[in-house]
């Protein structure tokens, strides 16, 4: 299976990856952890991106594809495998279609994990956490309330909303990522790869649903 996962931000595609990975033996490929992994290794990619994550700002989408084409040109490329975060943007798609044609691998599916506006909002928008290091308990206000409101169950730490939590960065995000996203998902559809998966629900649900999309596909090479 190669399968490229699709989502708005706070649909569950990281919850998601890492458990298909798990069950399925996929290697769970995120553009962060490429990224990281080339600065480490200070590959060519990884020194010019390098000052961008210093500084906080966004790789360049060039870059980004660079990377992930070079990570594929390993000796030993991921045959069986999960994208999560790549391609974000009908450009990047294009990109990862050359870079799997010329290993002569195809994806097995794009799945699109649809939750809306207004849950992302909800979800992402009641979380907090505790800034002390070496905690760093996560808190939902309605879905998991620290004991008393605004502080950590575990060392009574004032809790903190990060920056990409708060409403108003949500809802900006969001804009972004349907502009993106209008075109990606045209350009899966119009390959046969796209399919919609509800994404509401528990965990074990929605992991139910992209399994069922997943083995309905079953005939197709993986």
Known sequence: MRIIFLGPPGCGKGTQAQLLSQRNNL??????DILRQAIREGTECGQRAQPYVQSGLL???????????EYFARPAPPTRFIM???PRTQAQ????DGVLHSLHLEPTAALLILVDDAEIVRRLGGRWSCPKPGCKRTYHTESKPPRVPG???ADGTPLIQREDDKVETVLARLVVYHQNTEKL???????????????TGSIE???ANIM?????QAGQPC
């Open 27 to 32: 290697e769970h490929i995120g553009t962060g």
């Open 59 to 69: 790789v360049p989408d060039e870059l980004v594809n660079e990377l992930i084409a």
């Open 84 to 86: 999560d975060g790549y």
């Open 93 to 96: 798609a294009v990109a990862f």
């Open 151 to 153: 502080f950590c169950d």
């Open 185 to 199: 998902i045209l350009h899966y559809r119009d390959q046969g790869l796209l399919s919609e998966v509800p994404g």
């Open 205 to 207: 649900d929605v992991y």
């Open 212 to 216: 069922r999309v997943l083995n309905s």
